[in-house]
């Protein structure tokens, strides 16, 4: 670990906002990212760890407290106990799209379609990254963290985190505390040996044009996702100012059945797939035969309604901004809210209200952020 200057934020993340914070460290070996939370830990100073930044909205007040910055890499292939498969054990500063595009290379099928989102490999768990169809869940095996004031890194099954649809136990949700505050060290996943395979997603068979169920090539889906994903300006390009953001601002809002059906029926909506109950074990030795009725009822069905169309129904059009301000919506896409060149924290906020405020006149619904909040409120 090295106690570095503190560098401002808005230099570090995509949106482009942040002041520096008062201390910063950077570590670029596991030994040394451990060294530094513990050494945060033992001092007590508040924290939080720094991957790409392109999931964070920082305030324009420094943070007062330390942030690490995660810089470790590293690839490992490990054999898989499924036949046809292959391990991937990733650090959790490695770029992302660097490990899809190490999978691809090497025909590991699993992650295509999640080519180019940014940021790096142990905050992809963190939201439960995903696109077209394809999220991190699917083929995730498991992580090794280190929880707040631990000494042991301890190893966590996927099926321990919560996560859900942008979600798991490490998320700060609208600026509040995550369930588990861990640091990730490490993720494996578990990826399909196959240089070509059959896409079956149907959000993913709409994006790359497919309409026969011919196996394609990985490397084919990631040149199409890329391509697909620079022409709405979600692939990070210092260049295009529509990608200085963080990727969606709002989440699709996710209502029950009975709210959804009150709005437009032009208002594009998916049903949300309900968790299913816990398994009911009886013991062997007093089963009569007869599976007990779940004592609770089952919940109501959620729908999951597009935020991009209740923004742009709502008279907030891409490339719209507030007067004199340097924050935007994108021009190409409404629900990304961009810095169009050294926007504050406080400009991109009054934008994000006045569009929650819009859109909650208009249909009643409060948009909630993605990004994680640090120093701001919304
Ligand atoms: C142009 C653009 C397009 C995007 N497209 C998508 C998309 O298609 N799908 C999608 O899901 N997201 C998308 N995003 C959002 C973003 O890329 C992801 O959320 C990404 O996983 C963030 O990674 P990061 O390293 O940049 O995280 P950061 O922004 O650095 O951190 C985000 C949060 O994770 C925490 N964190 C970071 N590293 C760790 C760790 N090792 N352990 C524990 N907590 C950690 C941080 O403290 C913070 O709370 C997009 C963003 C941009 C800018």
């Known amino acids: 670990m ?18 520096a914070p008062e201390r910063m460290l950077e570590a670029t070996t596991t030994s040394g990212l451990v060294d530094a939370l513990q050494d945060v830990w033992s001092r007590g100073d508040d924290w939080f760890v720094l991957g790409g930044g392109s999931n964070l909205f920082v305030g324009d007040e420094p943070f007062e ?14 054999p898989s106990p499924h036949p046809g498969r292959i391990r991937l054990r990733a650090q959790a500063g490695h770029g992302w799209d660097d490990l899809v595009a190490y999978a691809v290379e090497h025909g590991y099928a ?3 379609a999640m080519s180019g989102i940014p940021g790096t490999v142990g905050a992809a768990p963190v939201q439960n990254i995903g696109a077209y169809g394809q999220e991190v869940q699917e083929t995730l095996v498991e992580v090794e963290v280190i929880d707040e004031h631990a000494s042991e890194i301890v190893t966590v099954p996927a099926s321990d985190l919560g996560l859900g649809f942008r979600t798991s136990v490490f998320k700060h949700h609208y600026g509040s505390v995550p369930a588990r505050r861990a640091v990730i060290l490490s993720i494996t996943v578990d990826l399909l040996v196959a240089e070509q395979r059959i896409v079956r997603g149907e959000q993913l068979r709409r994006a790359l044009g497919l309409d026969s169920d011919e196996p394609v090539p990985l490397s084919w889906v990631r040149e199409r996702i890329l391509a697909t994903r620079a022409s709405k300006g979600m692939l990070l390009d210092e260049n295009d100012p529509d990608t200085h953001g963080v990727g969606s601002f709002f989440q699709n809002a996710i209502v029950p059945e009975s709210v959804a059906r009150a709005l437009p029926p032009e208002c594009p909506q998916w049903p949300v797939t309900p968790d299913l109950d816990a398994v009911t074990v009886i013991p062997l030795a007093s089963f009569d035969g007869l599976v007990p009725q779940p004592a609770v009822a089952p919940a109501p069905a959620e729908v999951k309604v597009s935020a991009a169309w209740l923004i742009e129904q709502a008279g907030i059009r891409k490339g719209f901004k507030l007067p004199r301000s340097r924050a935007s919506v994108s021009t190409k896409h409404a629900l990304a809210l961009t810095n169009r060149g050294g926007a504050s924290a406080a400009e991109v906020s009054e934008l994000a209200r006045f569009i929650q405020s819009r859109v909650h006149s208009e249909f009643g619904l409060v948009l909630q952020p993605e990004p994680v909040l640090v120093g701001v409120e919304l």
Not at 2 to 12: M, N, Q, T, W, Y
Not at 67 to 76: A, D, N, Q
């Open 2 to 19: 090295r106690e570095v200057e503190p560098i401002r934020l808005s230099a570090l993340t995509t949106l482009r906002t942040g002041a």
């Open 65 to 78: 407290g330390t942030v690490i910055r995660v810089l470790t890499r590293g690839i490992e292939e490990l």
């Open 110 to 112: 699993g992650l295509e």
